[in-house]
């Protein structure tokens, strides 16, 4: 009863508790006291030896996040590897501390995460999708022998073939491990020439020979000669890969996003315009009743994420129908659509693109509430990319007085000009020493808040607020 928390099965035994102890000998007071510790025990059981274990290793684990923070959430990101949630919130603590966390480098990198010499935790190689540990080790081995890679061409001519297959050089490449190579990009990687081989082949074909070469002259009379060094392969002409694509392959290999996220360029729009994560959408469907019977709660729910996978196909009536997986920083949720809502929303169902949308909990079915059946449906949906301009309305910046100089006001004309947009521009000046504050609006600049202007107002120490307007009202005109 007090193991498995069963207080009505262990109110039951009282009497016959109390019965038997005093049949023994023992007094009531006695009786009564331990059995109101068993009350409070089957509410929650801890016994005092675990609770002394967990207490002392909270406290080695608080000092040493406390005095070595990088080095403790790098071995915290080592042991969950498996599991992205726990990723997650540990990355999210990286973030919170001011620790950076790169992306994998073969000349930094370790089998699992590691702290480098400015203080940030440097992906370990181990964890790129294709690598094994061997190879790891041959890498790690070669570097600590010979020193850093210098060039891709030194990579490939140390590292033994028999440890990097093409598999893992386009690994590397989309993960970007070579990013620290001067004149390179990941683009350049996958880059096919007029053979239709790409620079990982031709990189590849030329340390083969360059190696078959090594251990012919090795033997040779003549011993190394520069002459018969093989030709290094021509890296092609590429630019960087669009953003949206290098982060495409770099979570493909590493399994999250590590260079930036796709939802980063539009930091603004999700504070302003969403209200609920991904990773809530879950508990919101498990919890529907609950909702729907709390007339304070809330019935919508609006969401900023990315598609990461679109199915298309149909349904056992052969309607049309799509399930569709959205992402933000928190975890994915895969919602369904079918037949006229699938027509309606197809413009919006590609892969890699920032939407924002508005669910709301519907009634399915049943009359009355105690028969009626609720969904969370999607009801609304817009490019992240034009939601600024469509639901927000006014933009007002908080001005000091002390600031306003002639070469304050100059500067910040010159951001409204640069970054001209749909949103009206209203100051609020404050005058903090006696107590006043006006509100003025500008007749000569709509302003959008693109990055730059909000980087200018936070080098300047200034605050802003926006209005908006109903995402569902916005949608119906």
């Given at each position: 009863a007090m193991g498995k928390k069963k207080l009505d099965v262990l109110m039951g035994l009282h009497d016959k508790y109390m019965e038997g102890g005093k049949a023994n000998g023992h007094k009531e007071e006695i009786l009564n006291k331990i059995w109101d510790q068993w009350v409070k025990f089957a509410s929650y059981a801890f016994n005092k030896s675990h609770a002394t274990c967990y207490a002392w290793i909270g406290y080695q684990t608080a000092y040493l996040k406390a005095h070595y923070p990088a080095e403790f959430l790098a071995a915290n990101l080592s042991r969950n590897l498996d599991?992205?949630?726990?990723?997650?919130?540990?990355?999210?603590?990286?973030?919170?501390?001011?620790?950076?966390?790169?992306?994998?480098?073969?000349?930094?990198?370790?089998?699992?995460?590691?702290?480098?010499?400015?203080?940030?935790?440097?992906?370990?190689?181990?964890?790129?999708?294709?690598?094994?540990?061997?190879v790891v080790n041959s890498i790690i081995a070669v570097r600590e022998k010979g020193g850093p890679f210098k060039d891709i061409y030194d990579f490939v001519e140390r590292v033994p073939l028999l440890s990097v297959n093409r598999k893992v050089m386009e690994s590397f490449a989309a993960a970007g491990a070579f990013d620290s190579f001067p004149n390179t990009s990941r683009a350049q990687f996958f880059v096919a020439d007029l053979k239709g081989e790409s620079f990982i082949d031709s990189l590849l074909k030329?340390?083969?020979?360059?190696h078959n070469d090594s251990l012919n002259q090795a033997a040779s009379l003549f011993g190394n000669t520069e002459e018969l060094k093989p030709i290094r392969p021509e890296a092609p002409a590429a630019g960087a890969f669009d953003q949206m694509e290098m982060l495409r392959r770099e979570k493909e290999?590493?399994?999250?996003?590590?260079?930036?996220?796709?939802?980063?360029?539009f930091s603004?729009?999700?504070?302003?315009?969403?209200?609920?994560?991904?990773?809530?959408?879950?508990?919101?469907?498990?919890?529907?009743?609950?909702?729907?019977?709390d007339k304070k709660a809330r019935k919508t729910f609006t969401v900023a994420a990315y598609i990461s996978a679109v199915e298309h196909g149909v349904t056992r009536s052969n309607r049309p129908m799509a399930r569709v997986t959205i992402e933000d920083y928190s975890g994915s949720y895969t919602y369904a659509r079918f037949g006229k809502d699938y027509e309606d929303f197809l413009q919006y169902?590609?892969?890699?693109?920032?939407?924002?949308?508005?669910?709301?909990i519907e009634k399915r079915f049943g009359k009355?509430?105690?028969?009626?059946?609720?969904?969370?449906?999607?009801?609304?949906?817009?490019?992240l990319a034009n939601a600024?301009?469509?639901?927000?309305?006014n933009f007002m910046v908080v001005l000091p007085l002390e600031k306003l100089n002639e070469?304050?006001?100059?500067?910040?004309?010159?951001?409204?000009?640069?970054?001209?947009?749909?949103?009206?521009?209203?100051?609020?000046?404050?005058?903090?020493?006696?107590n006043m504050q006006v509100q003025l609006f500008s007749k000569s600049y709509h302003i959008a808040p693109n990055p730059e202007f909000l980087k200018f107002l936070s080098d300047n120490g200034l605050s802003y607020g926006v209005s908006k307007n109903s995402f569902e009202v916005q949608q119906k005109r």
């Open positions: 599991d992205i949630k726990e990723i997650i919130k540990l990355m999210d603590d990286c973030k919170h501390l001011g620790i950076s966390v790169l992306g994998p480098d073969v000349n930094e990198s370790n089998t699992e995460f590691t702290v480098n010499k400015k203080g940030n935790i440097r992906f370990g190689m181990a964890g790129i999708k294709g690598v094994g540990s061997n030329y340390a083969n020979k360059y290999v590493v399994g999250m996003f590590l260079s930036s996220h796709p939802l980063d360029k603004f729009e999700v504070e302003h315009l969403a209200d609920t994560r991904v990773d809530e959408l879950s508990s919101i469907e498990t919890s529907i009743s609950s909702i729907v019977n169902a590609q892969v890699n693109t920032a939407v924002l949308m508005l669910f709301t009355d509430d105690a028969t009626a059946k609720y969904d969370l449906r999607l009801k609304k949906m817009m490019l600024g301009e469509q639901l927000l309305e070469k304050f006001i100059k500067s910040f004309e010159k951001q409204c000009k640069k970054n001209k947009g749909n949103l009206r521009l209203f100051f609020r000046i404050v005058d903090s020493e006696g």
